[in-house]
């Protein structure tokens, strides 16, 4: 479906599809699956990440993507990021009239060159706004643009207006929009024609049973082992994936030919119960990296190399 979908929009039919689904059902993987099969063809691809600790920075995911499109890193002092976002221009997705308001988005030095937007708070969030979608503009006349917005569940309010925008003014551009989120977030864009909405459920035995064969690389697995892990996953892709992974790393079972057997009975609580048990069960036969785990997870759900090399 998102491929007849990217075909529609890269006829200059936009089209918006919207991914959703519980935590662990495949979001991303089914984004990440679609780029790959989009690889050999001409295109440019935006991502959008919305994240739980930024829902009250305006337009994040759009400051945090343009950074990254520049090469922003963290030690970068202000001047520095003025001449990699100055290099970034240079590819012409920007029209000299906005560079200060992107300049004024992301906080750098203004300049001269780029004196800062003289406008009331009010008005110069819209002209922002409306810059942000002449951006979108000017790619889609490069080439076909697939844009990825990631977990909309946290987007901020004003990133949300924007997204509104994009929803709206991308009809007549080369432009597909999936945009992933969990169930509590309620789009209001469904009853638009150039929208569809994807709904990913648990999948059913013969699903789950196949992902396993195929995450033992086309191995078959003991009818036991592989029954409790269909059995115990519940459906949840994820789950399945980490829970085979398990399994296939302990001592249970052993190569033989094209399967793998059981090295002995299988013990009652052999295999986890949960993807917490899974995880750690994982981690407890890597002792060599479990430290390192131990201090991310004290850092949080996000921390930086860098934070972390220095611990």
């Known amino acids: 479906m998102l491929l007849r979908r990217w075909a529609r929009a890269k006829r200059g039919d936009g089209q918006v599809v919207l991914v959703s689904g519980e935590p662990g059902f495949g979001k991303s993987r089914i984004t990440a699956a679609l780029e790959e099969r989009l690889q050999g063809e001409p295109h440019l691809r935006q991502r959008f990440f919305c994240s ?3 829902q009250d920075s305006a337009l994040y995911p759009f400051i945090d993507q343009i950074g990254r499109a520049a090469g922003f890193t963290p030690n970068d002092p202000p001047a520095a990021k003025l001449e990699k976002f100055e290099v970034l221009l240079a590819r012409g997705s920007v029209s000299d ?3 200060p308001f992107f300049v004024d988005l992301l906080s750098l030095p203004g300049s001269e060159r780029h004196p800062p937007p003289n406008l009331g708070p009010q008005r110069k969030k819209e002209r922002t706004l409306e810059v942000l979608i002449r951006r979108l503009k000017s790619l889609s006349d490069r080439r076909p643009v697939l844009v990825i917005f990631e977990d909309a569940h946290w987007i901020d309010p004003t990133s949300s207006e924007l997204l509104d925008l994009t929803v709206e003014r991308l009809r007549p551009l080369p432009v597909l929009l999936i945009v992933t989120f969990r169930p509590e977030f309620q789009p209001h864009w469904v009853s638009e024609p150039h929208v569809t909405m994807l709904v990913l459920n648990r999948l059913d035995r013969h ?7 195929q995450i033992a690389d086309g191995k078959a697995l003991p009818d036991e082992v592989g029954a409790q892990i269909v059995e115990r996953t519940d459906g949840v892709p994820l ?4 829970l085979t992974k398990s399994v296939l790393e302990s001592e249970l079972l052993r190569m033989e030919g094209d399967r793998y057997v059981l090295d002995g009975p299988l013990p009652p609580l052999a295999i986890p119960t949960s993807l917490h048990a899974s995880l750690m069960a994982r981690l407890d036969r890597l002792a060599s990296v479990r430290q390192v785990a131990q ?3 004290a850092f949080g759900r996000w921390f930086r190399y860098m934070s972390l090399r220095s611990s």
Do not use: H, K, N, S
């Open 295 to 297: 201090i991310g997870a």
């Open 207 to 213: 699903a789950r049973a196949a992902l396993v064969t």
């Open 52 to 54: 739980p600790y930024r």
């Open 97 to 99: 009239e906005d560079v």
């Open 239 to 242: 789950f399945i994936e980490e």
